[in-house]
């Protein structure tokens, strides 16, 4: 990141912490850009990916930003306890109520506007694009990054967190997924993305998977690129891989095929 402000960022906010700060990100809060608040145990994992490429430009253009709350500040005693065991037994550990609400607390102070409170839970709600895009019309997010057995429930309740999954499957922690779901996001931002059509013909955006894509050169390994992509005929280009998208999409995705509608009340 950079310790220039773009001007495009809008004026500086300034909130109270508590994080000490060497802790903190390294720019100022940038009033009007979306907002990826991350709670979690290793703030040192970000940005990450998200750093590089695409998102990492819109991160130091200041299109976006990002806070980490490392919620070993938030422990008890003088081992900053952040976890303990199980109620009624069990194996792991449970992240305590009374830790993640100090750290929640701070982060919804300096929360604006529109902002989903979110943990990362393989139990939650299927992230989807259409999730992306809701979130991408908002002021931004906060991610709990859950680790070992997970979170004390009361908090879930208390602060009516939606819990969202990556997918079905098992993960040590919702870093990953939360880089993940942040990159999904930012990527349609305006101003992200060089061309913004890219956002709109892609996988997911339609209800379909994407077409197949070919370039330079014409011919490899004996595999031609199709003639219809040669012809310069638009029209016919656009129903060929309009075509392509939905047989992709049938015979990979039954289960986005049997909700797509293509508005003409037939299939």
Known sequence: MT??????????????????????????????????????????????????????????DGLWQLQTYNLRQYGIGKHRNVDDTP????????????????????????????????YLSPRGRRFDQAMARDWARTDGVTL??????GVDERVLQHFGIQEVSLGDFVMTGGEIAAQAMIDATVRLLPGVLGNADSA????????????????????????????????????KIAAWRRAMSEKITQERRPDMWAGYDDGSGSK
């Open 3 to 60: 310790d220039k402000i773009p001007k495009s960022a809008g004026r500086i906010a300034v909130r109270p912490t508590l994080q000490p700060r060497e802790l903190m990100t390294e720019t100022p809060a940038l009033a009007g850009s979306w907002t990826a608040q991350i709670l979690t145990l290793f703030p040192q994992a970000f940005p990450g990916v998200l750093g590089e490429s695409l998102t990492g430009k819109a991160l130091q």
């Open 87 to 118: 109620a009624g037994g069990g194996a792991g550990m449970v992240l305590r109520a009374d830790v993640l609400e100090a750290a929640i607390t701070e982060a919804r102070q300096g929360a604006r506007g529109v902002m989903p409170l979110v």
């Open 144 to 149: 709990l990054c859950g680790r070992f057995e």
């Open 200 to 235: 709109v013909e892609e996988s997911h955006s339609s209800g379909l998977l994407e077409h197949p894509q070919y370039t330079k050169p014409a011919e490899w390994q004996g595999h031609a690129i199709p003639e219809v992509l040669l012809s310069g005929n638009h029209a």
